[in-house]
């Protein structure tokens, strides 16, 4: 692991706060991921399953998190199951989580080898009623691989077909989209990794520099700053290619005139950053591009103000668009008609701003959060209201994290982060 060593501390309140949720008399089970296949024996880099790693911190593969708060003796509360090692296996496979070094990054004392999971689990299962399975119901989840995760809970629930079942997943939503504060450190630290990678660009940006080498440039600010990359796959859009919006070739050259919207962030210890800038390849806005973006921006301002405590997702989203039609109209790109005849189920600004305006952020870019539940303190979103116009050749999105506070506005986590023009232009020329 790159990353400095989180506090354990994190994860024995997150567990806390999972088990306090638990009926009694029942047993939740938590899985790594699996380490993908490519072929032959080559894999993909790992990446740990978010909710396995929210509650433990281990950060391995073929790991497991027994939690069985009402268990007849203490040490079988919380129990870890951990791919064997020791010294003889460290040399070929390199160092491993021992016994100690994961009870360290927990916190949890009672820590087994993968190969004892079944007996430890069946004796479990005896005294349990319940068993808490882990699926995935994100709101924008499509997977047709099978997870070590689903894998398991199939395996389980045949294997033990007279427990009740319950779900993990909505309890975890929960829990997770409401941030503690040393997560908030995290997610700062992710966007200060971006933004050094941001102001890297601002003086690399010339006529005729390629995506990819504003790529490169990226990478390499992210990764020699502890991070392992990326924390989703990176869009760097110059002219046109901004109009697709999940455009990820980023093989195209930047023409002088034109603008690059970068959705690009780091990740810092699993916790993503998410921003995107739209920056003028010449380092000069033109009037028109200018009086698109100040429009992007306030919008973006105007919205951010809305993420308070109690506003609900739906109600956000129409008064997002409502300013957005307000912006629309100034710069002549709809008119009163458009507006007056519009299908409320889409409405005229979504021809310019078809994606919505924010996410919950976290362990995952798209983290989790129940949206039909009102916002609350400590939340984390992104906001990133765009205006795409493809008869111009150019769009543009701007986009920032922010955490909800009990009181005022939203703490901007990205405020150091340059995106006025002024400032953008005057680094762009320095
Ligand atoms: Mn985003």
Redesign the pocket.
Known sequence: MKYHQINSALFVKNRRKFMAEMKPNSVAVFNSNDIYPVSADSTLPFAQHRDIFYLSGVDQEESVLLLFPDAPYEHQREILFLRETNEHIAVWEGEKLTKERAFQVSGIRTVYWLQDFHKVLNEMMTYADTMYINTNEHYRATVETETREARFVKWWKERYPAHNVAKSNPILQRLRSVKESEEIDLIQHACDITEKGFRRLLSFVKPNVTEYEIEAELAHEFIRNRSKGFAYTPIIASGNNANVLHYIENNQQCKEGDLILL?VAAEYANYSS?M?RTIPVSGRFSDRQKAVYNAVLRVKNEATKMLTPGTLWKQYHVEVGKIMTSELLGLGLIDKADVQNENPEWPAYKKYFMHGTS?H?GLD??DYGLLHEPMKANMVF?V?PGIYIPAEKFGIRL?DNVVVQEKGEPFNLMRNIPIEVDEIETLMNE
């Open positions: 959705d998410d995107t996410h952020l870019t798209h992104t990133e986009e």
